[in-house]
DNA sequence: GGGATAACCGAACGATTGGTCAAATATCTC
DNA sequence: GAGATATTTGACCAATCGTTCGGTTATCCC
């Protein structure tokens, strides 16, 4: 059911418009990218991109909500909740990777966050709850033996999912392909770099 | 030889000073950052930081300097000159995660720098030249065979040092020791998480 | 006390910032 | 063509930005 065109056509739809502000925002960093570069970006006006959104702050919630919703939906998928922690954790790993590719600049937007504004802190808060998630799993998987245990579990979190996250600092599209990424990276993570 | 002291004693001496600014710079972001705020931080005014610097950007290429200066002396030290390729790399890989700890403030400006200024590209191209003495190394240590051959060097040195750098977003003094982390690190990176 | 010197201050600068508003424009249905 | 509606525009605003400058303050040596 598509509901019949009224008014003036628009020049984007909204993912679109969010498409290229989100790519604006990386490269210039949001407190650097004006409003101005956004105009000049989409090729619309100051005053058409204030007619669709509130302001610069609600073009960046927009962006990292697609980020967080896209990364807490893979602690709901079925792999995720049942067998043994080691291989859920594995799972999450290797999809966290591949969401990370696949939406990855609203990702880097969302690990690129300060918390200056409300908007921003909103974003610090959904990481923190994303990390405890994970936290337990590590837990869980060491608790059931299958990782070792002579490490601090939160360390381990920690630089486990800072490897992961490492990946939005120079992954591009077009280069390696985003599973052969998320496979590298659960080898790696799992067996480590010496030859076995 | 000390030089006597001639004029108004000044309030701060050059690295106090550029430890201040760093610290807000990092809360708040470069960008984000303006000269109001680093005055209300050191107490001084507006006027008076632009006695000792020519402004706000070379307050940014200082910090980084001091970090750039950090890391490539890592790869200066005997250890990192000498021995197998394998264990010149653990001690890049461990002495540079202690560097990060000890010059957290400047390593973190360094990893967040965008690109917008003069002295932001010099740092980006630093940062450059430092990954690919990294890439080197680990491509030695695949060639000696000491270091899996399976997969992409390149990949690998990414995401081993994404992992290194990863500890400025978490790390905070007076919480794990510096070298507990590079143990952790060095650990984690070479055998892996699975119990063994 | 009087230079000499370095550090610091207050007020102001032009430029740019994020944001506003009334009017103009392009499409629909009738 | 006449409304109705959604989108876009250009001119404008107060606030803040990084920076400048003429003058003041605190210390030294003699």
Redesign the interface.
């Known amino acids: 059911m598509t509901t019949r065109p009224v008014g003036r056509p628009a020049r984007y739809q909204p993912a679109e418009l969010l498409a290229v502000v989100t790519a604006e925002f990386i ?3 949001y ?2 990218t004006s409003m101005e570069d956004l105009a000049r970006a989409t090729g619309m006006t100051k005053s058409a991109i204030y007619h669709h959104v509130s302001g610069k702050e609600e073009l960046l919630r927009l962006a990292v909500a697609k980020a967080v919703g896209a990364l807490f939906a893979v602690l709901e998928e079925d792999a995720a909740i049942t067998g043994s922690a ?1 291989r859920r954790l594995e799972h999450v790993v290797r999809r966290s990777a591949e969401v990370l590719v696949e939406q990855l600049p609203y990702v880097t937007l969302l690990l ?1 966050v ?1 918390g ?1 504004t409300q908007a921003e802190r909103w974003a610090l808060e959904r990481r923190r709850a994303f990390d405890a998630r994970l936290s337990a799993l590590v837990q869980a998987a060491i608790d059931e ?8 579990p939160r ?2 979190t ?6 992961v ?3 939005v ?2 992954y591009r599209p077009g280069g ?1 392909n985003g599973k052969d ?1 998320a496979d ?2 659960v ?10």
Chains 1, 2 share one sequence.
């Open positions: 490269t210039r960093g407190d650097a080691v690129r300060r200056n033996g299958d990782v070792r245990s002579d490490l601090d360390l381990v920690r630089l486990l999912f800072g490897m996250n490492s990946v600092e120079w390696t990424v590298a990276l080898a790696l993570a799992f067996n480590g770099l010496r030859r076995t």
